[in-house]
């Protein structure tokens, strides 16, 4: 049975990074409109907090994927079971995930929306867990590094519970 969620990252350290992350991306993409698609339904307070703090023209998407895995680990066969409404095409896109584990998702996400042939490819993550990797993962715009432990909160769930905390806490 799993405890009560303990804070890992308090909601102030949370602000200020995303604070760090978007004068970073609002300089990069300068005098462009990129298209920000976020991974459901993890990265939605993220996505929600970030284009506010973003100083650029931008457009929002969602892609919903399912990973065939159970439990609390994915098994890395990765399929879209909602996709785009936006054309990929010749756009900068900058994908917003929430937290990559073994990053086995988001090389699926990356080679999906490579194929698609945008103008730019970009990954702005929440969290990373380095020490779960089992692919090579480029992210270009990180929060936080975040250790080997099952985080929830902040949009991010377990079973569905946990989305609404304001804080990145972790369960036992
Ligand atoms: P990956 O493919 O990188 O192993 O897994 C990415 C996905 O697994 C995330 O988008 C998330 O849905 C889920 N995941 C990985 N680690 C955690 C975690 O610590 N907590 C929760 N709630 N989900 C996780």
């Given at each position: 049975?799993?405890?009560?969620p303990?804070?890992?990252?308090?909601?102030?350290?949370?602000?200020r990074?995303?604070?760090?992350?978007?004068?970073?991306?609002?300089?990069?993409?300068?005098?462009?409109?990129?298209?920000?698609?976020?991974?459901l339904?993890?990265?939605?307070v993220?996505?929600?907090?970030?284009?506010?703090q973003?100083?650029?023209?931008?457009?929002?998407?969602?892609?919903?994927?399912s990973?065939?895995?159970s439990?609390?680990?994915t098994?890395?066969?990765?399929?879209?079971?909602?996709?785009?409404?936006?054309?990929?095409?010749?756009?900068?896109?900058?994908?917003?995930?929430?937290?990559?584990?073994?990053?086995?998702?988001?090389?699926?996400?990356?080679?999906?929306?490579?194929r698609?042939?945008?103008?730019?490819?970009?990954?702005c993550?929440?969290?990373?867990?380095p020490?779960?990797?089992?692919?090579?993962?480029?992210?270009?715009?990180?929060?936080?590094?975040?250790?080997d432990?099952?985080?929830?909160?902040?949009?991010?769930?377990?079973?569905?519970?946990?989305?609404?905390?304001?804080?990145?806490?972790?369960?036992?």
């Amino acid at each position: 049975m799993f405890q009560q969620p303990k804070v890992l990252i308090t909601r102030d350290q949370i602000r200020r990074e995303i604070a760090r992350l978007a004068a970073e991306i609002s300089r990069d993409y300068r005098g462009k409109q990129p298209l920000l698609i976020g991974i459901l339904k993890g990265s939605f307070v993220f996505m929600a907090d970030l284009i506010r703090q973003l100083q650029l023209p931008l457009e929002v998407d969602f892609v919903k994927l399912s990973s065939y895995g159970s439990g609390m680990e994915t098994s890395g066969k990765v399929r879209v079971v909602q996709g785009l409404k936006t054309l990929v095409k010749g756009r900068d896109v900058l994908v917003v995930e929430d937290i990559i584990d073994t990053g086995l998702t988001i090389s699926f996400l990356m080679d999906y929306l490579r194929r698609k042939k945008p103008a730019s490819l970009k990954l702005c993550a929440l969290t990373d867990k380095p020490s779960r990797h089992r692919t090579a993962v480029n992210i270009d715009y990180l929060g936080f590094t975040v250790p080997d432990k099952f985080i929830v909160g902040y949009g991010i769930d377990w079973n569905e519970k946990f989305r609404h905390l304001p804080d990145i806490c972790f369960i036992d």
